[in-house]
């Protein structure tokens, strides 16, 4: 639905139209007006005429951007389809000015129709309204389930039903979670005890059996994390979320801890902020390992002090003792792996699957359009080190053809089979058996690991293909609303041209053959707009210090 569709549908049905002021009256009010049968027949003659004086004035007049009106733009002379159905909702509201029309029962379907549309959208969106007054705003939720890969999203909203947990989205239910499969609740608070609401700084963690995402689609064993906006401790909505809480415990028999710390303005809050990051594995494969990619190693890692020359004294000890527990524990990490380093060669992955491709275009996307929060996956260093690199075909093992057929009940995560079939492509074909032999059996440990890790470039490429989607939308919206000058429409151009083209798209981020570490020539503030050039500029430099640190190739 465009943003003109939008704002014909939201007009007032009912507002009071006094003869004496249709001249106040915008186009659509007064085509709205001439149809509605609650007036007199006076006032919705005249609002007729004053619609096609009005239209007829301003075709003649020379009009800039800023003063279009794109209901007078539309021509009156349309095909009438042989069911009022399937026309347009201007189409709809501007059928009793067309010349071809001559049937009275014909015009009073098509009011019939609009009414309808209309009164269907004011309901969606009041109960899109009362929806908003009945849920707590989010900062970020992260979600893990059985088979599935670690995945988070931002500004979405938690509504606390009678029976159930939802995190939504205007239009969209993202997760529900009932109250009969939760099995722990634990919330972690911070108070400002100087707040005038005594401010409350909520992370809520779920544990349940089953959830189910958009689409009603069940996951099983489901990790889900909420991180809440601040909010006011007496806010009627997060003393439902507690109440709800504690009563499904009682009738589940399910845990519920709640930590709460207060503190004083200016303090530091004890509850450390969420996400806790995770250890990152810094360390890149040895170098003596045939084949390893020495030319990844990260110099900007590398302390410039040496540690020969580094003396401990007794009070440093302890610290000592803890850096070697810390060492053993990333040295475990690091051979975990490690193992999934045989499946990669030494050239870098294709930038349809490269995660430094898909972030850069990812980045781009979101300066053009801030407003509209777009997950992407993270990627840890040593998970953006090796998904870099290609797959090197001879190191995999072949998968027998004749894979047995597992519980069809036991589901397997779709963008880990997509990843598995990338991993495989020109190497072997698999079938759905070999694939689930793979992903939900202990026989290929190692290569099960790499298919989850290589999953979140199938995500991530997901993430970039909506992000294009949102924007082009957004563009064309403002574009067929008039509400933008010539730049806009050429920014349209060059966002669908990305999208529909892999060659197109290499040009902007990569050069000689490698992806950019600078905003290239390509984009710039005529072409983008200064403020998106700027967001990205910023982006691009975090992106590229990031890769730094990683190892990462490309």
């Known amino acids: ?161 009678d029976h159930a947990l939802v995190l939504w989205r205007p239009g969209k239910v993202m997760i529900k979670v009932q109250s009969q499969h939760i099995t722990s609740l634990d919330y972690a608070t911070t108070v400002d005890s100087n707040a005038s609401e005594n401010d409350t700084d909520c992370v809520l963690k779920v544990n349940a059996t089953q959830a189910s995402l958009a689409g009603d689609l069940p996951v099983h064993n489901v990790d889900l994390k909420v991180q809440l906006e601040r909010v006011g401790a007496s806010n009627p909505c997060f003393e439902k979320l507690r109440s709800s809480g504690l009563r499904w415990s009682a009738v589940g028999a399910f845990p519920v801890n709640l930590v709460e710390t207060r503190i004083t303005r200016g303090q530091p809050a004890a509850v450390p902020p969420y996400p806790t990051p995770p250890t990152r594995a810094m360390s890149l494969p040895d170098a003596s390992r045939d084949g390893s990619p020495t030319q990844c190693r990260s110099t900007t890692a590398i302390s410039p002090e040496s540690s020969s020359t580094k003396r401990l004294s007794t009070s440093d000890e302890p610290q000592q003792q803890q850096n070697k527990r810390f060492r053993t524990a990333e040295s475990v990490e690091r051979e975990k792996n490690e193992g999934l380093w045989r499946f990669v060669s030494d050239t870098p992955e294709h930038s349809s699957w490269h995660p430094g491709h898909l972030v850069r275009q990812h980045a781009l996307l979101r300066a053009i359009m801030p407003s509209e929060p777009r997950a992407f996956p ?47 492509r020109g190497v072997q074909r698999l079938s759905l058996d070999m694939t689930r032999l793979v992903l939900l059996t202990d026989s290929f440990p190692h290569l099960q690991l790499y298919a989850q890790k290589v999953a979140k470039l199938s995500l991530a490429r997901n993430a970039v293909q909506e992000a294009y989607d949102t924007v082009v939308l957004d563009l064309e919206q403002r574009v067929a609303g008039k509400e933008t000058d010539d730049p806009v429409e050429s920014l349209l151009y060059s966002v669908r041209k990305m999208r529909d083209s892999v060659d197109f798209c290499r040009r902007h981020f990569y050069h000689d053959g490698a992806l950019v570490r600078t905003v290239p020539p390509s984009l710039t503030a005529f072409s983008i707009g200064k403020g998106p050039l700027q967001r990205f500029e910023a982006a691009l430099r975090d992106i590229v210090s990031y890769e730094e640190v990683a190892g990462a190739i490309g």
């Open 378 to 424: 993270d990627f840890r260093l040593d998970e953006l080190a090796l998904l870099s690199h290609a797959v090197a075909p001879a190191s995999l093992p072949v998968i027998p053809l004749d894979a047995p057929v597992l519980d069809p009940s036991i589901k397997h995560n779709p963008h880990e089979r997509l990843a598995l079939e990338h991993i495989y």
């Open 1 to 161: 639905m465009s943003a003109l569709d939008k704002a014909l549908l939201r007009e007032d049905l009912s507002a009071p139209v006094p003869i004496a002021s249709l001249a106040s009256l915008s186009p659509a009010q007064l085509a709205l007006a001439s149809l509605r049968p609650d007036l007199d027949f006076l006032t919705r003659q005249r609002a007729y005429v004053e619609f096609l004086v009005r239209r007829s004035v301003y075709r003649k007049s020379t009009q800039g951007d800023s003063d279009k009106q794109p209901l007078l733009e539309r021509p009156l002379d349309f095909d009438r389809p042989a069911s009022p159905s399937t026309l347009s909702i201007p189409d709809l509201l501007l059928l009793q000015f067309n010349p071809s029309c001559t049937s009275a029962h014909e015009v009073d379907a098509a009011r019939q129709l609009f009414f309808r549309r209309a009164r269907d959208l004011h309901v969606e969106d009041e109960a899109e309204r009362q929806r908003a007054l009945r849920s707590l705003r989010v900062e970020r939720s992260d979600l893990l389930y059985a088979g599935g890969v670690p995945s988070f999203a931002r500004g979405l909203s938690l509504e606390v039903e």
